[in-house]
């Protein structure tokens, strides 16, 4: 028979930093997980990826096991990081804070494409684009 699903959690944790201090302690603790147990597995699966916020899936099972799904950066990070912006516009697309290149946008579109509500890579550059144009990053050809 299946386990039976006790909590479904969704963070967002730098890669390979993962500690049992708060934000990751904090959620995961009431849940009654082993805290050092899944800091070592997370942090083994993402050190491949260092400096990447990664949004993670934490399917939390009655017998207080686990099983975890690691997602791709989120757009908005990676968007920062190819910009090499600290953060984006406050006044959205009214004020450019910085610049991509269709390549870079393409480049981040195929990164996210199998987390994305599309299924080409054309559609994920769309969404991207406009991810982009909202946080005052303009795209030039």
């Known amino acids: 028979m299946a386990k039976q699903v006790s909590k479904i959690v969704k963070l967002q944790i730098?890669?390979?930093k993962a500690t049992p201090a708060p934000p990751v302690g904090t959620v995961l603790g009431p849940a009654g997980i082993?805290?050092?147990?899944?800091?070592?597995?997370?942090n083994d699966a993402t050190k491949d990826k260092?400096?990447?916020?990664?949004?993670?899936e934490i399917t939390i099972y009655e017998d207080r096991t686990f099983t975890f799904v690691i997602?791709?950066?989120p757009a908005a990070f990676l968007i920062k990081k190819y910009a090499k912006l600290k953060s984006g516009s406050?006044?959205?697309s009214k004020e450019v804070v910085g610049t991509l290149t269709k390549d870079q946008i393409k480049e981040i579109a195929e990164t996210k494409l199998p987390d994305l509500n599309c299924y080409t890579v054309e559609d994920?550059?769309?969404i991207v684009e406009g991810t982009a144009r909202n946080m005052g990053v303009k795209v030039s050809e």
Request: glycine letters at 10%; hydrophobic letters at 30%.
């Open 14 to 16: 730098p890669a390979g």
């Open 34 to 42: 082993n805290l050092q147990e899944f800091c070592t597995k997370y």
């Open 50 to 56: 260092m400096g990447d916020i990664l949004p993670v």
């Open 71 to 73: 997602k791709t950066p």
């Open 90 to 92: 406050t006044k959205g």
């Open 124 to 126: 994920a550059i769309k």
